[in-house]
């Protein structure tokens, strides 16, 4: 049984580990929120909190919903971050779901379903069309947008050369 749950010190060890091995494996930590310093647990949690509710955030910065996806054991194998909405940055470049599997655990699907849960989670924040990007060169990503429903809109290019895939889906 896998499922999305909110931040909580219950899960603070699987978090932790979660955390960990990012870590370890070198790679950029995807979504960024997953950067945040977790060594004083509960000030992370709060600060998640408040991000969500809109609570001192600084200028630029959009409300966002954190989850993790964990299994029936509550191990966290991944997390999302559902943005309420879009600046001209998100717009081109980030859209309103930003997800990650641990290293460990990718190429079982659970990107897919970790998307396909997150399309839930943002229509009940009333968002009707979700935008989801990625890097041109992240197939397994784009696979795991077109799987959950994305049409491809144009490509954004970044000052470095980057090409960012964007797809949007409509939620029903």
């Keep these: 049984m896998i499922r999305l749950v909110k931040p909580n010190l219950k899960?603070?060890?699987?978090?932790?580990?979660?955390?960990?091995?990012?870590?370890?494996?070198?790679?950029d930590m995807v979504p960024w929120v997953i950067s945040k310093d977790p060594s004083d647990f509960p000030k992370m949690l709060k600060s998640l909190s408040d991000n969500e509710e809109g609570v001192s955030l600084p200028e630029g910065i959009v409300s966002d919903s954190i989850f993790w996806l964990v299994d029936k054991s509550n191990r966290v194998l991944g997390a999302v971050n559902i943005r309420h909405q879009l600046t001209q940055h998100l717009y081109n470049a980030g859209g309103h779901i930003g997800y990650g599997i641990r290293p460990s655990e990718r190429l079982k699907g659970y990107a897919t379903k970790l998307l396909e849960l997150s399309l839930g989670e943002a229509k009940k924040i009333g968002i009707k069309e979700v935008l989801v990007v990625c890097d041109a060169d992240n197939v397994g990503s784009e696979r795991t947008i077109i799987k959950n429903g994305g049409r491809a809109d144009a490509d954004y290019i970044e000052d470095d050369g980057n090409i960012i895939k964007r797809y949007w889906i409509e939620i029903v």
């Excluded at 899960?11 to 790679?27: A, I, P």
């Design 11 to 27: 899960l603070k060890e699987e978090y932790l580990s979660f955390y960990e091995e990012w870590k370890r494996s070198g790679e």
